[in-house]
């Protein structure tokens, strides 16, 4: 790592490398998490990144690297909220690792935004290809020149091959490659990732073999190499002064509830929260002036979240009117019951509504949303912009309040979301804080404790 003083005051320049794919599916992950396992069981202190909106895979990184791994998100966060996040996230660090979505070209609506292509042009990134080469030879050649010439403000740094069959078949494709090959893994020992209907199963729900992975990568990359590459130096961008804390906010963590992003809890403690984390599934409400409910997977914890007593406390500091604001997962949980094809389980009842369970994908894509309604989380005409991913539907009263009108995105019903009832609000965005100001929430929270 080193430090340069430039008259933009202090630069930090780390060996950094992002790891894109041809597409979804090429092993991205298990080359990622194989890498950052490496890393550290070099000693090195890793700092882990994902492009796009996933829960999933950075809950792996953290899992892997012990430090909370930050979403890249120009549509949800601003280009700028881009290099803020990745530069103060590099306090400590040795190195960065990030992790691509998709296909590296593949963006919103067809378009570069919020690919990892433009994840790795904002930050300069030095980026690594990753191609399923089993069955193919010189046609590897062919697929790295398109990706190559696609965009030349991608700085294409080399590839890393997956399923290579032999050495035989190694030498055919370096033979025929203009770029470096970082690494080249033979496909009997690929190792893949248990998957779910929203995907992955989270980090602290499988026990990773990190040194299985990181034997693989030593054994398969040229890790010495890979740490030759970084981005230019940047503007050292600081991490802001948390505010004096004024408020305690509930976050619900555990099984169930699980989904947030990294910089939406640090939003809060910057702003003036003190987060007070617990379980809905085990623990009784804290004492705290507000709650924030992220997504999950509550349909699978149905029975144990109906017979926990957070349920029913839940309810009634939602009747004296705490501002209480879920996303997706806690909009299900906040509303009167989940139906699946188990059974009928009772839900905290505080939104007029009922989660109903679908075999097929709801609801998938970026959102953008508009505060037209009373709330407790922001002011009428601000800008929200996050993501939804659902496998159920949630039937309301007809008369119903909503605080969203989305100008993209499914939302609850006929376009809106953000069901609100008393001071709670809930909805299947999952809002990133970049996006909006959350001192509306904060003000809230600090009303209701005042009363």
Do not use: W
């Amino acid at each position: 790592m080193s430090e340069i003083e430039t008259s933009g005051g202090i630069v930090r320049n780390i060996p950094s490398v992002l790891i894109a794919g041809t597409h979804s599916g090429v092993g991205k992950t298990t080359v990622t998490l194989g890498l950052m396992a490496a890393l550290c069981a070099r000693g090195l202190n890793v700092q882990p990144f994902k492009v796009g909106p996933d829960f999933i895979d950075p809950s792996h990184h953290t899992a892997v690297c012990g430090r909370p791994s930050r979403n890249l998100d120009p549509f949800m966060m601003g280009e700028e909220g881009v290099r803020r996040s990745f530069c103060s996230a590099l306090a400590g660090a040795d190195v960065a690792v990030v992790e691509g979505v998709m296909g590296l070209y593949d963006g919103m609506d067809g378009t570069d935004v919020s690919s990892t292509a433009q994840v790795a042009k904002i930050l300069d990134l030095p980026v690594l290809l990753v191609i399923n080469v089993h069955g193919m030879s010189r046609s590897a050649a062919a697929v790295e020149k398109g990706f190559l010439e696609f965009d030349r403000g991608v700085r294409l740094a080399g590839t890393v091959l997956n399923r290579v069959g032999s050495e035989r078949h190694l030498a055919m494709l370096k033979s025929c490659l203009d770029k470096p090959v970082f690494a080249a893994l033979p496909r009997e020992r690929e190792m893949e990732m248990k998957s779910r209907h929203l995907g992955l199963v989270m980090g602290f729900e499988k026990e990773h073999d990190v040194a299985a992975l990181a034997a693989l990568l030593e054994k398969h990359a040229a890790i010495d190499e890979m740490l030759l590459l970084s981005a230019p130096p940047s503007p050292a961008r600081e991490e802001l002064a948390d505010a004096e804390k004024s408020v305690r906010i509930g976050i619900a963590q555990d099984e169930a509830f699980c989904f947030y992003y990294y910089e939406n809890l640090r939003e809060l403690e910057r702003r003036g929260a003190e987060l007070v984390f617990f379980s809905p599934l085990e623990n009784d409400l804290p004492d705290v002036d507000g709650l924030y409910i992220g997504g999950g997977y509550p349909e699978l914890h149905a029975a144990r979240l109906e017979a926990s007593p957070a349920r029913r406390q839940i309810k009634r500091a939602s009747e004296d009117g705490m501002p209480i604001y879920g996303e997706c997962g806690g909009l299900m949980y906040l509303g009167r019951a989940i139906e699946m094809e188990t059974g009928t389980f009772r839900m905290v009842g505080a939104l007029p509504g009922t989660t109903i369970m679908t075999k097929r994908l709801a609801a998938l894509g970026y959102v953008q949303a508009e505060a037209v309604g009373q709330n407790p989380v922001a002011g009428l005409g601000k800008t929200l912009r996050g993501h939804e991913f659902h496998y159920s539907r949630f039937n309301c009263e007809k008369d119903a309040r909503f605080a969203y009108r989305l100008c993209r995105g499914k939302g609850i019903k006929d376009g809106r979301d953000g069901l609100v009832e008393h001071n709670t609000l809930g909805g299947y965005l999952h809002a990133h804080f970049y996006s909006f100001s959350v001192d509306r929430f904060i003000e809230s929270c600090r009303n209701y404790r005042r009363t």
